[in-house]
């Protein structure tokens, strides 16, 4: 129930635009943890916030945190967690490990995540990415992919 208020406290302050202490409080939920799904909630506002307050070396910190739960994550929550590693390190001006991120996110991002990263804004950025700064060998092997997302999400 601690958890939980502290989860609340940080959604209240997260609708009032108040990142700091919302991000303060979900991390406070940390020390409340019963279950890997837990951590994953946690990383997901985390990431959030820090998305919204530009820190990209935190966002994947808190991606490494999550990919590293003992329990299986669900395919949506692996998307979300490529996409926004993929943000975040365009962010860094990481462009060719971006294009890896952003070609590695699943279609079930869907509109999933439409409050960090749109799936189109994914297939936009990746191409974007791959074709300036992966080589013709790489490219070659992910154009099927990048027409694949393209066509999933146009058409």
């Not at 202490?21 to 943890?33: L, P, V």
């Not at 959030?48 to 949506?76: M, T, W, Y």
């Amino acid at each position: 129930s601690i958890r939980i208020c502290y989860n609340d406290l940080g959604d209240f302050y997260y609708s009032h635009g108040r990142l700091t202490e919302a991000f303060k409080s979900y991390i406070k939920t940390e020390e409340y943890f019963s279950a890997s799904e837990h951590v994953v909630q946690m990383c997901m506002k985390a990431i959030l916030i820090s998305v919204e307050l530009g820190h990209n070396v935190r966002v994947l910190n808190f991606v490494s945190k999550a990919q590293g739960c003992q329990d299986p994550l669900s395919p949506i929550a692996i998307a979300k967690l490529q996409a926004v590693a993929g943000l975040a390190r365009l962010g860094r001006k990481e462009y060719k490990l971006a294009a890896q991120e952003f070609l590695e996110t699943g279609p079930e991002l869907g509109s999933n995540y439409s409050e960090v990263i749109a799936a189109q804004d994914v297939a936009t950025y990746g191409s974007l990415c791959a074709l300036a700064f992966l080589n013709y060998s790489d490219i070659k092997v992910h154009l099927p992919l990048l027409l694949q997302c393209y066509i999933s999400l146009f058409w």
